[in-house]
């Protein structure tokens, strides 16, 4: 299997937070660093946090970088809060802490998969507070015209074909990626296109036929907007996602109230309300802060 690498300009994140871009200023209130990923949905969900930090009488700086590598290894120590996903951030910190063969611990059980990450994070400095009911997972999709010729609507009805994958870089070898994709459903990933997860580029090469498969997720308004088909995960290769803020436990200690806050923001979403949001950022082009200001006042979030 080859991956193929077709955007570098956005690929290649910086290993210091030092050097990532950053925006907010800590003039006034409380300093807080955030940091999480730069696609669409965490970008959406990081405003969600900073306008709601902001109002709340924190200063907010916040660092949007391409994978979470480029911030995991500078938190909790300068990184005060991430928005993360449940597994995701689970199996990172469970790699982190037994090495890189170590048995996974997360499922596709909400509550089991909390319970099992909670004494991780603890173990690193970090606090995870309580999942919302938005579960973001990974997805996979085709062109309607090949889901009616060849007969699929799930991603076992791909076993034993030969597919170009376009997907996120870090795809390879991931159970919730590539690897559940070969080893779960025998599908034979002849090539990876590293196009970036539900970007642009990702559509565009299933539409004009480069790659058979897209990497997308299960909150992602695109899929339906352009006709795309989001084939079902029969065979369950994806553990379970929901949004959850990680928080440096140091900072909790000195910040009692950003429980609330978060723990509010996230009892406030779910799959449909979350797609609407960002719905109105990648289709109709408002801002993400605009849109997390307006839902937070919509909600009564906001003082």
Same mark, same amino acid.
């Given at each position: 299997?080859?991956?193929?690498?077709?955007?570098?300009?956005?690929?290649?994140?910086?290993?210091?937070?030092?050097?990532?871009?950053?925006?907010?200023?800590?003039?006034?209130?409380?300093?807080?660093?955030?940091?999480?990923?730069?696609?669409?949905?965490?970008?959406?969900?990081?405003?969600?946090?900073?306008?709601?930090?902001?109002?709340?009488?924190?200063?907010?700086?916040?660092?949007?970088?391409?994978?979470?590598?480029?911030?995991?290894?500078?938190?909790?120590?300068?990184?005060?809060?991430?928005?993360?996903?449940?597994?995701?951030?689970?199996?990172?910190?469970?790699?982190?802490?037994?090495?890189?063969?170590?048995?996974?611990?997360?499922?596709?059980?909400?509550?089991?998969?909390?319970?099992?990450?909670?004494?991780?994070?603890?173990?690193?400095?970090?606090?995870?507070?309580?999942?919302?009911?938005?579960?973001?997972?990974?997805?996979?999709?085709?062109?309607?015209?090949?889901?009616?010729?060849?007969?699929?609507?799930?991603?076992?009805?791909?076993?034993?074909?030969?597919?170009?994958?376009?997907?996120?870089?870090?795809?390879?070898?991931?159970?919730?990626?590539?690897?559940?994709?070969?080893?779960?459903?025998?599908?034979?990933?002849?090539?990876?296109?590293?196009?970036?997860?539900?970007?642009?580029?990702?559509?565009?090469?299933?539409?004009?036929?480069?790659?058979?498969?897209?990497?997308?997720?299960?909150?992602?308004?695109?899929?339906?907007?352009?006709?795309?088909?989001?084939?079902?995960?029969?065979?369950?290769?994806?553990?379970?996602?929901? =949004?959850?803020?990680?928080?440096?436990? /140091?900072?909790?200690? *000195?910040?009692?109230?950003? #429980? %609330? $806050? &978060? !723990?509010?923001?996230?009892?406030?979403?779910?799959?449909?309300?979350?797609?609407?949001?960002?719905?109105?950022?990648? =289709?109709?082009?408002?801002?993400?802060? /605009?849109?997390?200001? *307006?839902?937070?006042?919509? #909600? %009564? $979030? &906001? !003082?």
């Amino acid at each position: 299997m080859r991956i193929r690498r077709t955007i570098t300009a956005t690929l290649s994140a910086p290993l210091l937070l030092g050097g990532l871009a950053a925006c907010g200023d800590d003039d006034e209130g409380t300093p807080v660093t955030i940091a999480s990923q730069n696609f669409p949905e965490a970008a959406l969900v990081t405003a969600l946090y900073e306008v709601l930090l902001e109002d709340n009488g924190y200063a907010v700086d916040t660092k949007l970088v391409d994978t979470r590598d480029a911030y995991m290894e500078d938190f909790p120590e300068k990184v005060d809060i991430v928005p993360e996903y449940l597994s995701a951030v689970g199996e990172f910190l469970n790699v982190a802490a037994n090495g890189e063969g170590a048995e996974p611990i997360t499922s596709n059980d909400t509550a089991a998969t909390l319970e099992a990450v909670a004494p991780v994070a603890d173990e690193a400095g970090i606090t995870l507070l309580e999942p919302s009911e938005a579960n973001s997972q990974n997805a996979f999709f085709v062109t309607p015209e090949f889901a009616e010729t060849e007969g699929v609507t799930a991603l076992s009805d791909l076993e034993g074909r030969t597919i170009t994958l376009a997907a996120a870089p870090d795809c390879e070898g991931r159970s919730d990626c590539e690897g559940g994709l070969s080893e779960v459903y025998g599908i034979d990933i002849e090539e990876i296109l590293a196009t970036g997860f539900a970007s642009p580029e990702t559509y565009t090469a299933v539409s004009d036929g480069e790659a058979q498969l897209g990497l997308t997720g299960t909150i992602e308004p695109t899929v339906e907007e352009d006709g795309f088909v989001r084939l079902e995960d029969d065979r369950g290769i994806q553990p379970a996602q929901n =949004l959850i803020p990680a928080v440096s436990s /140091d900072f909790l200690a *000195d910040n009692e109230d950003v #429980e %609330g $806050l &978060l !723990d509010d923001l996230m009892a406030a979403l779910d799959n449909d309300t979350l797609n609407e949001l960002l719905g109105r950022v990648t =289709l109709d082009r408002e801002k993400a802060e /605009d849109v997390a200001e *307006d839902f937070l006042e919509q #909600e %009564g $979030l &906001l !003082d």
